[in-house]
């Protein structure tokens, strides 16, 4: 017979997805009156898009993936989804220079399915950290290995997010 106490993969995924949808709550309350663009890479099916626009209205949501694959009427405006794999869209001159500095809230949401692996994260972080407003936000499905060069700082404890520990949230220090 199976034991209750072992965690299944459903558990796992339902923790993390809370953790995911209190993090960006949070981050709406929080970021709510600080101006700036939204973005997300790992556009996926569009769920996590979904709920940043609920919760972003008014904002510029500009998503990055290898495809465009959301569940109909649920994604982005076609303008807004920048296509391709991100080593490469990352090292684009171009969508460097558009991003720079525009940017309050950062939500990554690449890892497959319980994959520890993080140099995906930590590429993206290293390279879109200057697209950051003072105070922005990253909201991310692993951990990240951060270099203190970055001025990028985990955010402290809060009793908002559920099972806080399956998503993580980060900050651009703001310029003393
Ligand atoms: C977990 S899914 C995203 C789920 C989505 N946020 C949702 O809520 O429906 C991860 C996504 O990251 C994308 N991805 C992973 N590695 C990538 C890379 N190197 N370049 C571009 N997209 C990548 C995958 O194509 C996939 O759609």
Avoid at 15 to 23: G, I, N
Avoid at 37 to 61: C, K, M, N, Q
Wanted: include cysteine.
């Amino acid at each position: 017979m199976l034991g209750l106490s072992v965690m299944s993969q459903l558990d796992f995924h339902i923790e993390q997805k809370v953790a995911q949808r209190d993090s960006i709550d949070l981050a709406a309350r929080r970021l709510g009156s600080q101006p700036g663009w939204v973005v997300e890479f790992g556009l996926g099916r569009g769920r996590s898009y979904s709920h940043l626009a609920s919760r972003f209205p008014d904002r510029e949501i500009y998503c990055f993936d290898r495809e465009h694959a959301t569940n109909p009427g649920w994604g982005p405006p076609a303008e807004r989804v920048v296509l391709g794999d991100l080593a490469t869209v990352l090292a684009d001159p171009a969508v460097q220079a558009r991003f720079h500095g525009r940017v309050i809230l950062a939500h990554l949401d690449l890892a497959w399915a319980d994959s520890a692996d993080t140099r995906l994260h930590r590429m993206v972080v290293d390279r879109t950290r200057d697209w950051l407003l003072p105070g922005a936000w990253i909201l991310s499905d692993r951990a990240v290995p951060l270099d203190p060069a970055w001025g990028v700082v985990p955010l402290p404890a809060s009793d908002e997010v559920g099972y806080a520990h399956r998503f993580h949230r980060y900050e651009r220090r703001p310029v003393a």
